[in-house]
């Protein structure tokens, strides 16, 4: 009798294991249909309209029109279960703005552009700041697409 006991707690414990393994399958494969129909609904204006987002934006750096390129940045909305896009503050503008004069914008390049989801994109930017001592660096830009535009936000 104990030995019947022992099997059907086993049998129970598998059961229960391989419902749970089969949901986490099931919620992968969820996922990954989200990202593909995601990527896969993305048009070529997308993926234009981005590049010309961040084409523009480090124009103005390079013009040094720093509150212009401030002005165009956004941040997810840490409040909102949505990440709603929101413009910077003030302080954030400046600080911005501070940044872009300390790394001055001679040319670019976009080296990267990867779409995942509606709110989770990253597009490279390098940056050449001095000709003559050959230095440079790079930017990531997070873009999110909200309620069918573009907004422009920068990686921490």
């Known amino acids: 009798m104990k030995k019947l006991n022992i099997i059907a707690i086993a049998i129970c414990l598998l059961s229960f294991f391989s419902c749970q393994s089969a949901d986490k399958n099931q919620q992968k494969d969820s996922d990954t249909t989200e990202l593909n129909s995601f990527v896969s609904g993305l048009v070529k204006e ?30 997810p ?15 954030e503008m400046e600080s911005v703005k501070a940044v872009l004069k300390r790394f001055p914008v001679l040319s670019y390049k976009i080296t990267n552009m990867e779409f995942r989801t509606a709110v989770d994109n990253e597009i490279k930017c390098s940056f050449v700041m001095n000709d ?15 309620l069918g535009g573009w907004r422009l936000c920068l990686m921490k």
């Open 46 to 75: 997308d993926t234009t309209f981005v590049e010309k987002l961040v084409n523009t934006y480090m124009t103005y750096a390079q013009n040094k029109q720093y509150s212009e390129a401030a002005a165009m940045l956004f941040k």
């Open 77 to 91: 909305d840490t409040t909102d279960i949505w990440n709603e896009p929101v413009p910077l503050d003030n302080d």
């Open 132 to 146: 003559s001592l050959n230095i440079t660096s790079s930017w990531t830009f997070r873009p999110m697409n909200y």
